[in-house]
């Protein structure tokens, strides 16, 4: 077990490459939701439920997968959950996709897709425990902003790639190309990661180790439901911000890439900016508040000019900087509160609110466009994401 100091930064370093790989998909596929609108001939109701189908499944699965880390470690979860959502792409490469010559139902690609996202979600409690186990607290947040910075730049890479593969080439090709690359990461985590599990478990007690259930603490609850109104405005802007920009002020699809491009690798810088600033200064909590306030304004303010072009794409924008800047800090802010043991099933459960926030965000949204339009939209968004503040303010501070 003779690792070096700087083992551990190897390990992030493979923490967020699982990471990135589910991100993907699970950002990029949305993004060719003006693409497939045509190509399936879905309606937007229909293409609600298929873009946050992925989203449903980490939601179901978050818990167990987290529970399954704690108890047989987080190596084991991982390569499991990459396998798993590779196979899951390579059936619906092949039986899911217009290249068949098929009418495609809505239903089975969602239930496809949802099935991915149980399989995929197991990375976020076990690339998020290895980080708990091999950092300490006063690197932690850090360490989980970098983490959790490799779902937008995943994201990022995914809604520059999948989109141009779908256009250029075929659904069959994008969904295989994440199947590919699902595989090859699971075999670099099996044969160059070493786990902390078994050493962990041989401590009878750590200065990190509680005794109760994350289940039975209050203040792990409060930041795990406040993730998920704070998951409102980033799945706005990566599920519908493009037909938005699209059908309201009529913007080419490159441009509108390149746009939800910058506001996931923004969103990425801002994410580790933001570790490191709550490590030095100790402040998680009152930063997460900001964020739900610049947030739920920058939505409002949307609501306002919806067909501004200038003002509606820097709005959005920076909804989107607001809705993706939390995620590492509230991750590590619920697993500190839960324990390094206990670390696996807390960030679970704040897996599953974030989840459940993504996949029912994009079917509010096909719902409330399609029955009112884009400034109950935005309006609706906006006050969601205040609402996080409800849950924040309750919350102790834990020194």
């Not at 991100?23 to 229909?46: C, K, N, Q, W």
């Not at 809505?106 to 239930?111: D, V």
């Not at 990661?193 to 994350?214: G, N, Y």
């Not at 409060?222 to 990566?238: E, H, N, R, W």
């Amino acid at each position: 077990m003779g690792h070096s100091k700087n083992y551990r930064w190897f390990i992030l370093s493979i923490g967020v490459l699982a990471q990135a790989t589910f991100a993907m998909g699970f950002a990029g596929i949305p993004v060719t939701g003006v693409l497939m609108r045509d190509e399936y001939h879905f309606s937007l109701f229909e293409l609600g439920y298929v873009l946050g189908a992925m989203g449903l499944g980490v939601a179901l699965s978050e818990i167990i997968w987290g529970i399954l880390t704690d108890k047989l470690g987080d190596k084991t979860v991982l390569v499991l959950g990459l396998c798993s959502s590779a196979a899951v792409f390579v059936a619906i490469a092949y039986f899911l996709t217009p290249e068949t010559g098929k009418t495609i139902s809505f239903m089975h690609l969602s239930i496809a897709l949802c099935i991915a996202g149980a399989c995929g979600g197991s990375i976020n409690s076990s690339s998020g425990r290895t980080v708990m186990s091999w950092f300490d607290d006063s690197q932690r947040g850090f360490a989980m902003s970098i983490r959790q910075t490799a779902i937008p730049v995943g994201g990022a890479i995914g809604t520059g790639l999948l989109p141009w593969l779908a256009w250029a080439y075929s659904f069959n090709i994008a969904f295989l190309t994440l199947a590919i690359t699902g595989f090859a990461t699971a075999l670099f985590v099996m044969f160059f990661v070493s786990s902390r599990h078994a050493e962990l478990k041989q401590t009878k007690k750590s200065q990190f180790d509680v005794s109760s259930s994350p289940f039975k603490n209050g203040d792990v609850w409060k930041v795990v439901i406040s993730a998920g109104f704070l998951t409102v405005p980033q799945m706005a802007v990566l599920t519908f911000g493009g037909v938005y920009m699209r059908d309201v002020l009529h913007i080419d699809l490159t441009l509108i890439s390149i746009i939800l491009i910058g506001v996931q690798i923004g969103g990425g810088a801002l994410r580790i900016w933001s570790g490191y600033y709550t490590d030095r200064y100790k402040n998680r909590l009152p930063l997460l508040k900001r964020y739900a306030v610049l947030g739920g304004v920058c939505s409002l303010l949307l609501c306002l000019m919806v067909t501004q072009p200038v003002a509606g794409v820097i709005l959005l924008i920076m909804t989107g900087l607001f809705g993706h800047a939390w995620h590492g800090i509230a991750y590590t802010e619920a697993a500190v509160k839960a324990g390094v043991e206990r670390a696996g099933t807390a960030l679970g459960m704040i897996g599953t609110t974030v989840f459940v926030s993504s996949f029912l965000t994009p079917i509010m949204i096909s719902r409330l466009a399609a029955y009112y339009n884009w400034i109950v939209v935005w309006a609706v968004v906006g006050l969601l994401t205040l609402a996080a503040l409800l849950c924040f303010y309750s919350v102790a501070v834990k020194k």
